[in-house]
T-cell receptor, first 114, second 109 residues
Framework: DSGVTQTPKHLITATGQRVTLRCSPRSGDLSVYWYQQSLDQGLQFLIQYYNGEERAKGNILERFSAQQFPDLHSELNLSSLELGDSALYFC?????????????FGPGTRLTVL | AQRVTQPEKLLSVFKGAPVELKCNYSYSGSPELFWYVQYSRQRLQLLLRHISRESIKGFTADLNKGETSFHLKKPFAQEEDSAMYYCALRRTYGQNFVFGPGTRLSVLP
C-alpha cells in the first residue's frame, strides 16, 4: 500500500454529466499528479500540483480541471463527459516537485461513461 | 517532443528463462528513465530508475544513451513477474512523465 488513496473506486455515469474524483496524497507529500489510463491512449500524464499551485500540465482536455486544496488533497473535475472519457484515472504523489522525487500511485478510479 | 516506445505488446516466456523488455526513447536532453510495474489488480508501482543503478526483484536496466534505450532484463523469470510493465521518461527539468504503451509479461510454468 503506497499510502495514496483515491475515491470513489468505481464511477458509472452518463454522457454530458460532470464528476469529481478525489485523491489524498501520502502524508508529507506536497505534489499530486493525475494520470489517465485508457485502452487506446495508454497511460497519459494530465496535470501536476505542488503545494496548491499548478506545476505542470500534460494532455489535459479543457473540459477537465483540477485543484489542490490547503490540506493537500486534490480533486479532478471532468465535465461534459463523453464515451471516450471512460478510463482508469490514477493519482500519484511525491514529497516535493523536484526531479529526484519518486511518485507513488493510488489504486485508481475507474470511470465508465454510458 | 519526447516519446517512449515499447515495441512488444505481449511477451511470453517460460519460468527460468531470461527476459528482456525493450524500451526506446526520443528526447533531445538528458532524460531520467524509469520502469513501473502493475501486477494484476494492484496499483502502479515504481520498479527501478536509471539513476539508482539498482537491481530490484532481480531486474536491472541500463541506460544506453547511444542507442536511446533502457531495456529491462532479468536472467531467470519467475511466475510472479507476470505483470504489465511500463517504461517512462521524465524530462531533465520537469515533472512531466511520458509513459510507453506498456508490455504485458506472461511467465509460463
Amino acid at each position: 500500500d503506497s499510502g495514496v488513496t483515491q475515491t470513489p473506486k468505481h464511477l458509472i455515469t452518463a454522457t454530458g454529466q460532470r464528476v469529481t474524483l478525489r485523491c489524498s496524497p501520502r502524508s508529507g507529500d506536497l505534489s499530486v499528479y493525475w494520470y489517465q489510463q485508457s485502452l487506446d491512449q495508454g497511460l497519459q500524464f494530465l496535470i501536476q500540483y505542488y503545494n496548491g499551485e499548478e506545476r505542470a500540465k500534460g494532455n489535459i482536455l479543457e473540459r477537465f480541471s483540477a485543484q489542490q486544496f490547503p490540506d493537500l488533497h486534490s480533486e479532478l473535475n471532468l465535465s461534459s463527459l463523453e464515451l471516450g472519457d471512460s478510463a482508469l484515472y490514477f493519482c500519484a504523489s511525491s514529497v516535493g516537485g523536484g526531479q529526484i522525487d519518486t511518485q507513488y500511485f493510488g489504486p485508481g478510479t475507474r470511470l465508465t461513461v454510458l | 517532443a519526447q516519446r517512449v516506445t515499447q515495441p512488444e505488446k505481449l511477451l511470453s516466456v517460460f519460468k527460468g528463462a531470461p527476459v528482456e523488455l525493450k524500451c526506446n526513447y526520443s528526447y533531445s536532453g538528458s532524460p531520467e528513465l524509469f520502469w513501473y510495474v502493475q501486477y494484476s489488480r494492484q496499483r502502479l508501482q515504481l520498479l527501478l530508475r536509471h539513476i539508482s543503478r539498482e537491481s530490484i526483484k532481480g531486474f536491472t536496466a541500463d541506460l544506453n544513451k547511444g542507442e536511446t534505450s533502457f531495456h529491462l532484463k532479468k536472467p531467470f523469470a519467475q511466475e510472479e513477474d507476470s505483470a504489465m510493465y511500463y517504461c517512462a521518461l521524465r524530462r531533465t527539468y520537469g515533472q512531466n512523465f511520458v509513459f510507453g504503451p506498456g508490455t504485458r509479461l506472461s511467465v509460463l510454468p
